[in-house]
């Protein structure tokens, strides 16, 4: 049988519902339900009625289906597919580092470990970030842990954001002569770029947006070349939801290592024998889901 067949029927007999990220291999997002950015699609599937969750992406990410859907069996295919910049902060390190300021806030990026989520006033996605910091009372917060994404929401607010010195080492690596060698080579393309890339990569930027916000306006745009400043893996969802429009990468080192590593064989195996399970421990999960369930009220 072919696996893609072999995929469809495990996943009815275990009443499974199958995520990819955005910036997943395009035979994964191929035989995804639903596809998308992390926090959208653990909401969606907490919505279904399926029992196993298949999460197509990195560990945090499972770990968000996990902390918003306690009843349903999460499966990472890859158990190793991790996100360095998640591991770029322990609970441990944010309580030290909470031990030496002034008591604030502490906003955390989606992309980050559970634990860390659980010592966290409210969670922030790439798209509300600015609008989550604008939601706290205080004027004084710890933004982690992408400096990155600080900088850009500092920038846009008046309160005074503490970074935490984090990074998407994908999106950290993009430079301004990378950026000006993509414009020269697709005059007129519109540049969009994560706010995960780097201030001076921000600054080219015709638009700003997260990944599903890239996808939204390359379609409402009436313009028909851009240039990707965000994980290669993008230009897929974006080609596939707008053909007749093109679509170059801001520089073909933006290809996050850990996103290409889960294939059909694993989803197939994963599915056949339920490995790969992540499961957020209740005494984490509850003071996690506090902090991603304020983020989501404010939507
Ligand atoms: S692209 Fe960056 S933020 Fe996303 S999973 Fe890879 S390392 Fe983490």
């Not at 470990?113 to 922030?124: E, N, S």
């Not at 306006?217 to 053909?243: D, M």
């Not at 073909?252 to 339920?274: F, Q």
């Amino acid at each position: 049988m072919e696996i893609k067949e072999k995929i469809k029927d495990l996943a009815k007999q275990k009443k499974a519902v199958i995520l990819a990220h955005n910036y997943q291999p395009p035979e994964i997002q191929d035989i995804a339900d639903l596809c998308g950015d992390s926090l959208e699609l653990s909401i969606q599937a907490a919505k279904t009625e399926a029992e196993v969750i298949v999460f197509c992406g990195v560990h945090f990410m499972a770990e968000t289906a996990s902390i918003l859907s306690p009843d349903k069996t999460v499966l990472l295919p890859k158990p190793d597919a991790g996100c360095p910049m998640a591991d770029m902060i322990t609970p441990r390190a944010l309580k030290k580092k909470l031990s030496e300021l002034s008591p604030m806030p502490v906003v955390t990026y989606v992309n980050s470990p559970a634990a860390v989520k659980a010592l966290t006033t409210i969670c922030c996605t790439s798209a509300n970030a600015v609008k989550v910091v604008e939601s706290l009372e205080e004027d004084e917060l710890l933004m982690a842990p992408d400096r990155n994404l600080a900088r850009y929401t500092a920038a846009r607010t008046d309160k005074k954001i503490h970074l935490w010195e984090g990074y998407c080492p994908f999106h950290d690596r993009l430079t301004p002569e990378q950026i000006q060698k993509a414009r020269d080579a697709h005059p007129g393309a519109v540049f969009m770029a994560h706010p995960e890339c780097r201030p001076e990569a921000l600054q080219m930027a015709d638009v700003i947006a997260s990944t599903s916000g890239m996808i939204r306006h390359a379609k409402e745009s009436k313009h028909t070349a851009f240039i990707v400043g965000t994980e290669v893996g993008l230009l897929y969802p974006l080609k596939k939801a707008n053909p007749g429009k093109s679509f170059y990468p801001a520089s073909p080192a933006m290809e996050c290592t850990d996103m290409k590593k889960i294939t059909l064989a694993d989803v197939a195996e994963s599915l056949e024998h339920l490995t790969g399970e992540v499961k957020v421990p209740e005494d984490i999960r509850a003071p996690a889901l506090n902090a991603v369930e304020r983020m989501i009220a404010l939507r």
